[in-house]
């Protein structure tokens, strides 16, 4: 224990020398290469969206029953509506439009713990579906090929919260053709359909913004963590749960000094990570955690560990440069991997994370701002444009069966 304290003692003199380097030279490093050259894009005259016009039930009543559905880390569909309705890239011209959008809120079914209820959602998407195939022209041209649709639930678009019966059911079938914007993002799995726009959760950005504290704050905490290890009531012993990384974590070092890791939840939580050099995002499967959010807008290095993982907007925010990618099978590992970092490459990070454009795309403001993600969102869709010839269909073409998936989705919502 004593050799741990001098560590500790030692990494935390390296943590104010760090805090005291960012101080002295250039507070931001400018963000460059693949990724980080299009932050700054401005989607504004590249694309041009049409809002379909639903009932009230598919969105708004919705809402006005739970208003906790603004809060939630699935928020982002609210938000991308109200976005835009007000959006310079809106038309009202159909026939001038590069992507249809459907403003169904999906995620917005609460328990009364507040947590998102997905197994009306799969019969509401269709209903809706069904309602602009038949009213509107457009769908029909292309079964969705250049429409998009915000799914910010667990899995996405397989509508379940539970990864085995997501992956039984897939994604919903009359969205195969379709853009998801979606929160889940996992190489070579079923939830995941390729081209899809993955987005961080939702995390209010007032709420971060009045727990901000002075950026010369020396970073004493070397690696910090706040959350559950275990999911008690379906997986006591960890073993799926993150997939594991959780609970590996906190078996390796729930004892160790360097870390400072807990499921209690403090209130000053935002101000720790702002005093912490290192945040781990054990995310197991999806990068909907808001712990990446909030690393990224609090300069906290985020420590990612989870295989194949996508994470938001990875062709614009340059995630290697700023974070420290963790496989699985290392989480025992974890302190020497860390400690093995050298100075000048911590230092570099957190000066590519004081990049206010690096902030900026990783929240969804109200009102909207440039670089924002929002318009990280219609940055992607202006990416893939224009449309290949091909997703227009031939006179009574058809692709999409309306009769797959479960048969319980088939009832009418």
């Keep these: 224990m004593r050799f741990w304290k001098w560590v500790f003692a030692g990494l935390v003199c390296a943590a104010l020398v760090v805090e005291i380097g960012h101080g002295e030279q250039a507070r931001t490093e400018r963000i460059s290469g693949s990724a980080g050259d299009v932050l700054d894009d ?75 209820l997905p197994f009306k959602s799969p019969r509401m998407m269709r209903s809706a579906i069904q309602l602009i195939s038949s009213n509107w022209p457009y769908w029909n041209r292309t079964e969705g090929a250049d429409h998009f649709f915000v799914v910010p639930h667990d899995f996405a678009a397989c509508f379940h919260y539970q990864e085995e019966k997501a992956i039984e059911r897939g994604i919903l079938p009359l969205l195969q053709r379709a853009t998801l914007v979606q929160t889940f993002g996992q190489r070579n799995h079923v939830c995941l359909k390729e081209g899809s726009i993955t987005v961080p959760p939702y995390a209010p950005p007032q709420k971060m913004q009045t727990h901000l504290i002075p950026e010369k704050t020396p970073r004493s905490i070397f690696v910090y963590f706040r959350g559950l290890f275990y999911d008690v009531g379906n997986d006591p012993e960890g073993g799926y749960y993150a997939r594991g990384a959780r609970a590996a974590v906190w078996e390796n070092f729930k004892d160790n000094p360097l870390f400072d890791i807990s499921t209690e939840h403090p209130t000053t939580y935002y101000e720790d990570m702002q005093r912490a050099v290192f945040c781990l995002c054990p995310l197991g499967w999806a990068p909907w955690s808001p712990r ?34 963790i496989d699985e099978k ?84």
């Design 42 to 116: 401005d989607p504004v005259g590249r694309l041009k969206v049409f809002v379909y016009e639903l009932p009230s039930k598919y969105n708004k009543k919705i809402l006005q029953k739970d208003p906790r559905c603004l809060n939630h880390m699935f928020a982002a569909e609210i938000y991308m509506h109200r976005f835009l309705l007000s959006s310079p890239v809106r038309t009202l011209n159909p026939e001038e439009a590069d992507w249809f959008y459907t403003p169904v809120y999906t995620t917005c079914d609460l328990t009364p713990n507040g947590l998102p």
């Design 292 to 325: 990446l959010v909030e690393a990224v807008i609090f300069g906290c290095i985020p420590v990612i560990i989870a295989d194949d993982i996508v994470l938001p907007f990875a062709d614009a925010i340059p995630w290697e440069e700023i974070g420290v990618f």
């Design 330 to 413: 290392d989480v025992p590992d974890l302190d020497t991997i860390l400690t093995s970092i050298p100075p000048e490459l911590i230092l570099r990070k957190q000066r590519l994370l004081a990049n206010p454009s690096m902030k900026q795309a990783m929240l969804f403001p109200q009102p909207a701002e440039p670089g924002d993600a929002f318009h990280q969102v219609l940055n992607g869709l202006a990416r893939k444009l224009p449309h290949d010839p091909s997703v227009y269909l031939k006179p009574g073409q058809k692709i999409l069966n309306w009769t797959a998936g479960p048969v319980g989705d088939l009832k009418p919502w």
